[in-house]
Protein backbone atom coordinates (compact mmCIF):
# COMPACT_ATOMS: atom_id res chain seq x y z
CA UNK A 1 0.00 0.00 0.00
CA UNK A 2 1.18 3.59 -1.00
CA UNK A 3 1.83 5.60 2.52
CA UNK A 4 3.93 8.34 4.27
CA UNK A 5 4.47 6.80 7.72
CA UNK A 6 5.42 9.10 10.54
CA UNK A 7 6.48 7.56 13.82
CA UNK A 8 5.80 8.36 16.48
CA UNK A 9 2.16 8.96 16.24
CA UNK A 10 2.13 10.80 19.95
CA UNK A 11 5.16 12.03 21.63
CA UNK A 12 5.43 14.12 25.00
CA UNK A 13 8.70 15.42 25.97
CA UNK A 14 10.92 17.76 28.57
CA UNK A 15 12.44 21.08 26.99
CA UNK A 16 16.01 20.47 25.90
CA UNK A 17 15.74 16.55 25.14
CA UNK A 18 16.86 15.87 21.83
CA UNK A 19 14.16 14.09 19.67
CA UNK A 20 13.52 13.09 16.30
CA UNK A 21 10.63 12.45 14.28
CA UNK A 22 10.81 10.01 11.15
CA UNK A 23 9.08 10.03 7.99
CA UNK A 24 9.20 7.71 5.14
CA UNK A 25 7.49 6.76 2.12
CA UNK A 26 7.39 3.83 0.21
CA UNK A 27 6.10 5.40 -3.43
CA UNK A 28 9.53 6.49 -4.80
CA UNK A 29 8.97 10.67 -4.14
CA UNK A 30 11.32 13.28 -5.03
CA UNK A 31 10.08 15.64 -3.13
CA UNK A 32 9.25 15.56 1.01
CA UNK A 33 8.02 18.25 3.31
CA UNK A 34 7.15 18.91 7.08
CA UNK A 35 4.43 20.96 8.42
CA UNK A 36 3.11 21.77 11.83
CA UNK A 37 -0.45 22.75 12.64
CA UNK A 38 -1.41 24.82 14.90
CA UNK A 39 -5.05 25.88 16.58
CA UNK A 40 -5.84 29.72 14.36
CA UNK A 41 -2.48 29.43 12.55
CA UNK A 42 -2.83 26.55 10.11
CA UNK A 43 -0.09 24.11 8.49
CA UNK A 44 2.70 26.09 7.84
CA UNK A 45 5.53 24.52 5.69
CA UNK A 46 8.64 24.29 7.90
CA UNK A 47 11.54 22.10 5.53
CA UNK A 48 11.26 21.09 2.48
CA UNK A 49 13.08 18.46 0.26
CA UNK A 50 13.51 18.22 -3.66
CA UNK A 51 16.02 15.36 -3.87
CA UNK A 52 18.24 13.29 -1.83
CA UNK A 53 20.66 15.75 -0.36
CA UNK A 54 18.82 18.89 -1.45
CA UNK A 55 16.71 20.45 1.06
CA UNK A 56 15.32 24.30 2.20
CA UNK A 57 13.74 26.25 4.77
CA UNK A 58 9.70 26.49 4.58
CA UNK A 59 8.07 29.64 6.45
CA UNK A 60 8.33 28.39 9.80
CA UNK A 61 12.13 26.53 10.03
CA UNK A 62 13.52 28.11 13.62
CA UNK A 63 14.11 25.14 16.45
CA UNK A 64 14.20 22.38 13.21
CA UNK A 65 16.48 20.67 11.51
CA UNK A 66 16.18 17.89 8.51
CA UNK A 67 18.17 15.43 6.51
CA UNK A 68 17.52 13.60 3.31
CA UNK A 69 20.01 10.66 3.15
CA UNK A 70 17.77 8.40 1.19
CA UNK A 71 14.82 9.26 -1.32
CA UNK A 72 12.12 7.47 1.35
CA UNK A 73 13.61 9.29 4.41
CA UNK A 74 12.87 12.44 5.69
CA UNK A 75 13.71 13.00 8.99
CA UNK A 76 12.58 15.96 11.41
CA UNK A 77 14.94 16.57 14.57
CA UNK A 78 14.50 19.04 17.24
CA UNK A 79 17.85 19.48 19.02
CA UNK A 80 16.88 21.56 22.00
CA UNK A 81 12.85 21.26 21.58
CA UNK A 82 10.46 24.06 23.63
CA UNK A 83 6.71 24.50 24.88
CA UNK A 84 6.59 26.83 21.76
CA UNK A 85 6.92 23.28 19.23
CA UNK A 86 4.30 21.95 20.75
CA UNK A 87 2.18 21.03 17.47
CA UNK A 88 0.92 18.48 15.46
CA UNK A 89 3.82 17.77 12.68
CA UNK A 90 2.68 16.13 9.21
CA UNK A 91 5.19 14.72 6.50
CA UNK A 92 4.21 14.53 3.17
CA UNK A 93 5.44 13.70 -0.06
CA UNK A 94 4.59 13.85 -3.86
CA UNK A 95 6.68 12.79 -7.25
CA UNK A 96 8.40 15.52 -9.14
CA UNK A 97 6.03 18.10 -10.98
CA UNK A 98 4.08 20.67 -10.49
CA UNK A 99 0.84 19.22 -10.95
CA UNK A 100 0.91 16.28 -8.74
CA UNK A 101 -0.79 14.94 -6.25
CA UNK A 102 0.70 15.12 -2.45
CA UNK A 103 0.45 12.95 -0.01
CA UNK A 104 0.38 13.25 4.15
CA UNK A 105 1.28 11.10 6.84
CA UNK A 106 -1.22 10.24 10.03
CA UNK A 107 0.34 13.08 12.00
CA UNK A 108 2.76 13.19 15.08
CA UNK A 109 1.35 14.78 18.14
CA UNK A 110 4.23 16.48 20.16
CA UNK A 111 3.89 17.97 23.64
CA UNK A 112 7.28 19.85 25.04
CA UNK A 113 6.29 20.47 28.87
CA UNK B 1 3.09 35.91 -1.60
CA UNK B 2 0.54 33.53 -1.67
CA UNK B 3 -2.69 33.59 0.56
CA UNK B 4 -5.36 31.41 1.10
CA UNK B 5 -8.48 31.99 2.58
CA UNK B 6 -11.30 29.51 3.34
CA UNK B 7 -15.44 31.21 4.01
CA UNK B 8 -16.83 30.18 6.27
CA UNK B 9 -14.33 29.17 9.49
CA UNK B 10 -17.07 27.12 10.57
CA UNK B 11 -20.61 25.91 9.32
CA UNK B 12 -23.42 23.53 11.02
CA UNK B 13 -26.56 22.05 8.58
CA UNK B 14 -28.91 19.77 9.03
CA UNK B 15 -28.41 16.01 7.44
CA UNK B 16 -29.38 16.13 3.82
CA UNK B 17 -28.79 19.60 2.80
CA UNK B 18 -26.36 20.22 -0.08
CA UNK B 19 -23.63 22.78 0.79
CA UNK B 20 -20.63 25.05 -0.41
CA UNK B 21 -17.54 25.88 1.15
CA UNK B 22 -15.35 28.59 -0.40
CA UNK B 23 -11.71 28.96 -1.13
CA UNK B 24 -9.97 32.08 -2.54
CA UNK B 25 -6.01 32.64 -2.94
CA UNK B 26 -4.51 35.65 -4.41
CA UNK B 27 -1.97 34.33 -7.06
CA UNK B 28 -3.56 32.70 -9.58
CA UNK B 29 0.07 30.95 -10.87
CA UNK B 30 -1.22 28.36 -9.05
CA UNK B 31 -0.31 24.17 -10.38
CA UNK B 32 -3.12 22.51 -9.20
CA UNK B 33 -5.58 23.27 -6.07
CA UNK B 34 -6.57 19.88 -3.50
CA UNK B 35 -8.63 19.13 -1.10
CA UNK B 36 -8.54 17.24 1.86
CA UNK B 37 -11.13 16.32 4.91
CA UNK B 38 -9.11 16.24 8.59
CA UNK B 39 -10.91 14.41 11.25
CA UNK B 40 -10.47 16.04 14.72
CA UNK B 41 -6.48 15.25 15.98
CA UNK B 42 -6.38 13.04 12.80
CA UNK B 43 -4.58 12.88 9.56
CA UNK B 44 -5.37 15.18 5.95
CA UNK B 45 -7.11 12.91 3.55
CA UNK B 46 -6.91 13.85 -0.23
CA UNK B 47 -10.12 14.80 -1.26
CA UNK B 48 -9.98 16.25 -5.28
CA UNK B 49 -7.05 17.06 -6.68
CA UNK B 50 -7.86 20.02 -9.73
CA UNK B 51 -5.11 20.62 -11.95
CA UNK B 52 -4.73 24.66 -13.30
CA UNK B 53 -6.29 23.59 -16.72
CA UNK B 54 -9.40 21.97 -15.20
CA UNK B 55 -12.32 23.53 -14.11
CA UNK B 56 -14.19 21.00 -11.71
CA UNK B 57 -13.51 17.41 -10.46
CA UNK B 58 -15.85 15.16 -9.17
CA UNK B 59 -16.27 12.20 -6.63
CA UNK B 60 -19.13 10.79 -5.24
CA UNK B 61 -21.07 13.24 -3.82
CA UNK B 62 -17.90 15.85 -3.76
CA UNK B 63 -17.54 18.30 -6.81
CA UNK B 64 -14.89 21.27 -6.66
CA UNK B 65 -14.30 23.61 -8.98
CA UNK B 66 -11.82 26.25 -10.00
CA UNK B 67 -11.97 29.45 -11.83
CA UNK B 68 -8.16 30.40 -11.48
CA UNK B 69 -8.55 33.92 -13.39
CA UNK B 70 -10.34 34.52 -10.32
CA UNK B 71 -9.15 32.89 -7.64
CA UNK B 72 -11.72 30.99 -6.04
CA UNK B 73 -12.34 27.56 -5.89
CA UNK B 74 -15.47 26.01 -4.27
CA UNK B 75 -16.49 22.36 -2.93
CA UNK B 76 -19.96 20.85 -3.09
CA UNK B 77 -21.49 18.56 -0.91
CA UNK B 78 -24.57 16.97 -2.24
CA UNK B 79 -26.89 15.28 0.10
CA UNK B 80 -24.58 15.64 3.28
CA UNK B 81 -24.52 13.19 6.18
CA UNK B 82 -23.08 13.58 9.83
CA UNK B 83 -20.04 11.48 8.73
CA UNK B 84 -19.12 14.30 6.70
CA UNK B 85 -18.68 16.36 9.88
CA UNK B 86 -15.22 17.23 9.67
CA UNK B 87 -12.45 20.05 8.88
CA UNK B 88 -12.07 20.98 4.78
CA UNK B 89 -8.69 22.28 4.31
CA UNK B 90 -7.90 24.01 0.62
CA UNK B 91 -4.61 24.08 -0.31
CA UNK B 92 -2.46 25.84 -3.68
CA UNK B 93 0.48 24.61 -5.24
CA UNK B 94 2.19 27.27 -6.46
CA UNK B 95 5.31 29.27 -6.63
CA UNK B 96 9.31 28.46 -8.04
CA UNK B 97 9.28 25.22 -5.72
CA UNK B 98 5.95 24.05 -5.90
CA UNK B 99 4.65 24.37 -2.36
CA UNK B 100 1.42 23.57 -1.05
CA UNK B 101 -0.10 26.87 0.82
CA UNK B 102 -3.25 25.35 2.90
CA UNK B 103 -6.21 27.56 4.20
CA UNK B 104 -7.40 27.41 7.48
CA UNK B 105 -9.94 25.49 6.51
CA UNK B 106 -13.80 25.47 7.44
CA UNK B 107 -15.10 23.30 10.14
CA UNK B 108 -18.68 21.54 9.26
CA UNK B 109 -20.82 20.03 11.74
CA UNK B 110 -23.79 18.12 9.90
CA UNK B 111 -26.46 17.59 12.20
CA UNK B 112 -28.54 14.22 12.32
Known amino acids: EAQVTQNPRYLITVTGKKLTVTCSQN?????MSWYRQDPGLGLRQIYYSMNVEVTDKGDVPEGYKVSRKEKRNFPLILESPSPNQTSLYFC????????????FGQGTRLTVV | KQEVTQIPAALSVPEGENLVLNCSFTDSAIYNLQWFRQDPGKGLTSLLLIQSSQREQTSGRLNASLDKSSGRSTLYIAASQPGDSATYLC???????????FGKGTKLSVKP
Open chain 1, 27 to 31: MNHEY
Open chain 1, 92 to 103: ASRPRGGSTEAF
Open chain 2, 91 to 101: AVRGGSQGNLI
